[in-house]
T-cell receptor, first 117, second 116 residues
Framework: ETGVTQSPTHLIKTRGQQVTLRCSSQ?????VSWYQQALGQGPQFIFQ???????GRGNFPPRFSGLQFPNYSSELNVNALELDDSALYLC???FGPGPQSSYNEQFFGPGTRLTVL | AQTVTQSQPEMSVQEAETVTLSCTYD???????LFWYKQPPSRQMILVIR??????QNATENRFSVNFQKAAKSFSLKISDSQLGDTAMYFC?????????????FGKGTHLIIQP
């Protein structure tokens, strides 16, 4: 059983550019969530995908978008990058949703460190 | 909206000591789940322990236990016989149990340092 993997590990972009981050879910997991973790802060929920559809979103603007593929892997796209987008982006997978699925452990990837100059 | 507060930015204890990390939260929901996650320098977040709000019994996992006080909205983590490998950032997190479409709400974290 492979864990959650993310690519790339590090990325440097300039303001105004677009970026795509990738996540491969743990085997058997159908739900993927993305989080933004600024330096010295706790992760903040961006959105969640279940069966290729976004079914939950945090307080992030529309320039943060995503995709989930039939194999449950996922992408996070950020358009018009801003300096404040510099952060560690974490992907987490679990089996869900459903009334009890919030209790299911979320397995996190190692993250992608994005730096916007 | 839920909020999670961790009031201790950093704590340092000697190896083998017991340490308690504090967490309070605010919610109007009655059914929810609470978690403690550990984030070592390698960055990969790992689940330490979890608690169902409707269960009065405190969760335990080996050296890790929680003190869950629902009325006070408090969820502290106790680490017994602390080890050097426990050095990490610890995050308290809340998850509403209404279908699972919301993400985890995290606190700002406590940096725990175990001294040899």
């Amino acid at each position: 059983e492979t864990g959650v993997t993310q690519s790339p590990t590090h990325l440097i972009k300039t303001r105004g550019q677009q970026v795509t981050l990738r996540c491969s879910s743990q085997s058997g997991h159908n739900t993927v969530s993305w989080y933004q973790q600024a330096l010295g802060q706790g992760p903040q929920f961006i959105f969640q995908y279940y069966r290729e559809e976004e079914n939950g979103r945090g307080n992030f603007p529309p320039r943060f978008s995503g995709l989930q593929f039939p194999n449950y892997s996922s992408e996070l796209n950020v358009n018009a990058l801003e300096l404040d987008d510099s952060a560690l982006y974490l992907c987490a997978s679990r089996f869900g949703p459903g009334p009890q699925s919030s209790y299911n452990e979320q397995f996190f990837g190692p993250g992608t460190r994005l730096t916007v100059l | 909206a839920q909020t999670v507060t961790q009031s201790q930015p950093e704590m340092s204890v000697q190896e083998a000591e017991t340490v308690t990390l504090s967490c309070t939260y605010d919610t109007s929901e009655n059914n929810y789940y609470l978690f403690w996650y550990k984030q070592p320098p390698s960055r990969q977040m790992i689940l330490v322990i979890r608690q169902e709000a409707y269960k009065q019994q405190n969760a335990t996992e080996n050296r890790f236990s929680v003190n869950f006080q629902k009325a006070a909205k408090s969820f502290s983590l106790k680490i017994s016989d602390s080890q050097l490998g426990d050095t990490a950032m610890y995050f308290c997190a809340f998850h509403y149990s209404g279908g699972g479409a919301d993400g985890l709400t995290f606190g700002k974290g406590t940096h725990l340092i175990i001294q040899p």
